[in-house]
């Protein structure tokens, strides 16, 4: 299976995806140890979509106004990935294991980040 990512010793995996819509984040526990709760904010301000990222760094967009965005659904997209639907209807984006740890690893930065280029 090409397109699938493998777990290996240096590449997380997820053991447990748990979505909080009271808290609205979702709880990614990885099996090198490490948890992270990431808000719905920034899923869905970060998605992987080229509608957000773009075609190239220059073309990010940046979509204001998702503090109170919700999940409706997350679709499984092989053993690799998954496709979220939010509820502003956005679904384009394929959140890979590596992407969410990521976002979840970095989320302080990217949330000062997308905070500073809304408010320009």
Excluded at 75 to 89: I, K, S, T
């Amino acid at each position: 299976m090409p397109n699938e990512a493998i777990a290996t010793p240096d590449r997380p995996w997820p053991v447990e995806l748990t979505f909080q819509a009271e808290a609205k984040s979702l709880k990614a526990r990885f099996d090198d140890g490490v948890s992270f709760d990431i808000p719905y904010e920034l899923l869905r301000v970060e998605s992987p979509s080229a509608e957000v990222q773009g075609h190239s760094a220059a073309g990010k967009k940046w979509v204001p106004g998702k503090q109170d965005v919700g999940i409706e659904r997350a679709e499984p997209v092989g053993r690799y990935a998954m496709r979220l639907v939010f509820d502003d209807g956005h679904d384009s984006g394929i959140y890979t294991w590596d992407w969410l740890y990521r976002l979840g690893r970095d989320q302080d930065l990217l949330l000062a980040e997308y905070r500073r280029a809304v408010q320009a």
